[in-house]
């Protein structure tokens, strides 16, 4: 029994497992609804949740850290612009230009008249070219009696290379000629040789014969042989004398081929000889011609050079607008001479020129500042700008240029300023009234003054409309919206809250999510 009841106690003690198991089972899909809850819904970036911040390390260890320069935000008193300085000036153009003549020559017609627009090289007057016209005329007649000579130069050349190519040939036949006869010579000196012996051997046997005759008609005398025996021997002696006689014969006709072949062989070589001399005589011409070709090709060349020139001169005749604008001056009348500048008289009383032209778009306002007041302007300092000609609008701007010289007559420096946006009313010398301004707390009674959140114009992005935020260790890109612009500040309406760290400068180009290091200071 006591076994028994230690048994039932062990079991009541003992711990069970199951019901743990199925209780972590229940807390599966809770724990799936808070993931896609935290998903869908969260306010923050996922990456700064605690439970899923490795997840999003892992971009970090593809993108190395970046060093960057932060500053945290806070919020400024409302700030109002306060006139400084005022000041009288003109709207002027930064870029014009004065249509002037390269020759003094006369206006022959206009295209153009004041107050028009006009095009990137559209053609604005025309200047007399009947001097030039004779020449580019005369110039192209001497090109085409040039190519007409040229032309006759190369027919010539290729008349007498075919000469050449004939006068070859026959000296190539001449040589075979040359070559035949010299083989006939000695073939008739051989056969001569051979005839000659032939000649020897047969009057040898002709000798021989004789003195067999004589002794034969002293043994017929004597009646030693018979008659018969006697004519026999003189036939065939008759015979010998025949073969000695045609032997001759044939060596006479041998010396007398050899000699008429070594004739032909002399005449042959005086032929060949005759036949060089008119091959060099030949090539000279041929030398001859093909250079008075090529030297007509080259004065081709040179006239058409010539001619490229005084086409380019008719053509500098067309005055024509070097950019887009607008004629702003007086237009001269067709007859007038338009002299270049410092040419003539004419440079000095200012009519030398066509026509002047503006751009619009290079309007800004110039104003002399005394050199004592020079202290309260600065570079993109803020300007109100008021036209005497629309006196109930006003624009802004910037200041654009403090040029560095001063007027050592007047003791002022000029000073331009740029518009944010030029009106169309805006026209070249007009009178103006600026107010320069300095940006100052509001102070009113009536109101408390508006916070502001001011970011480093340098902070915004190429888009016009983001920053980077530094968070946790990482950079962030953030939407804003932008208001006013004062100084290198920039307003910021929406996107930013005071208390935000921006990142204003880093070492390398950001990523979103991008892990990055605050620079020390």
């Avoid at 000695?186 to 004789?210: K, M």
């Avoid at 053509?315 to 040419?343: E, H």
Wanted: with cysteine.
């Amino acid at each position: 029994m006591s076994t028994n009841f230690n048994a039932e106690k062990l079991a009541i003690l003992s711990i069970d497992r199951k019901k743990d198991r199925k209780k972590s089972n229940r807390l599966v899909p809770f724990l799936f609804l808070l993931a896609v809850f935290v998903f869908f819904f969260a306010p923050r970036p996922l990456s700064s949740i605690p439970f899923l911040s490795p997840f999003f390390s892992l971009n970090s260890l593809q993108n190395p850290e970046v060093e960057v320069e932060s500053l945290r935000l806070y919020s400024s008193t409302q700030l109002s612009s306060s006139e400084i300085l005022t000041a009288s000036g003109y709207v002027m153009a930064q870029r014009k230009v004065s249509i002037n003549s390269e020759w003094t020559r006369k206006l022959v017609q206009i295209f153009v008249k004041q107050g028009q627009e006009v095009e990137e090289n559209q053609i604005l007057g025309l200047l007399d070219s009947e001097g030039l016209d004779l020449d580019i005329q005369r110039k192209k007649q001497e090109m085409t009696q040039n190519s007409a000579q040229e032309k006759k130069w190369e027919a010539q050349a290729l008349q007498v290379s075919a000469e050449l190519i004939k006068a070859q040939e026959t000296i190539r036949q001449i040589a075979q000629e040359l070559e035949e006869a010299e083989q006939q010579v000695s073939f008739y000196e051989e056969a001569t040789r051979e005839s000659e012996a032939s000649l020897r051997e047969r009057e040898s046997s002709l000798r021989q014969n004789i003195q067999d005759l004589d002794r034969l008609r002293k043994l017929y005398k004597e009646g030693i042989i018979s008659l018969e025996e006697f004519e026999q021997k003189q036939t065939q002696n008759n015979t010998s004398k025949a073969t000695v006689e045609a032997a001759q014969s044939r060596v006479s006709q041998s010396k007398n081929s050899h000699k008429s072949a070594q004739s032909r062989v002399k005449q042959t070589q005086i032929r060949l000889e005759l036949a060089k001399s008119d091959i060099q005589i030949i090539q000279a011409r041929l030398q001859a011609s093909q250079s008075e070709q090529l030297a007509s090709q080259e004065y081709t060349k040179l006239l058409g050079i010539e001619l490229k020139h005084l086409e380019w001169d008719l053509d500098r005749l067309k005055l024509r607008a070097p950019w887009k604008g607008i004629v702003f001056s007086n237009v001269q009348p067709v007859g007038s001479m338009l002299t270049p500048i410092g040419g003539s008289s004419g440079a000095l009383s200012g009519d030398n020129f066509l026509c002047e032209i503006l751009d619009p778009a290079s309007l800004m306002a110039e104003v002399d500042i005394a050199e004592g007041y020079l202290y309260k302007i600065a570079l993109n300092q803020r300007v109100m700008i008021q036209l005497d000609a629309i006196p109930n609008q006003k624009f802004y701007g910037n200041v654009f240029l403090i040029t560095p010289t001063a007027n050592k007559q007047k003791s002022t420096v000029q000073v331009k300023i740029k518009f944010n946006t030029l009106p169309p009313q805006v026209y070249h010398q007009m009178s103006l009234r600026l107010s320069f301004l300095q940006d100052t707390p509001v102070v009113s009674a009536s109101e408390p003054p508006r916070k502001m959140l001011l970011i480093p114009a340098k902070a915004l992005l190429p888009d016009g409309n983001s920053v980077w935020i530094y968070q946790n260790g990482v950079a962030h890109k953030r939407s804003i919206q932008t208001g006013e612009t004062l100084g290198s500040q920039l307003e910021v309406l929406t996107g930013l809250s005071a208390g935000d760290q921006i990142i204003i400068q880093s070492t390398a180009e950001l990523q979103e999510n991008q892990k990055v290091v605050l620079k020390k200071t």
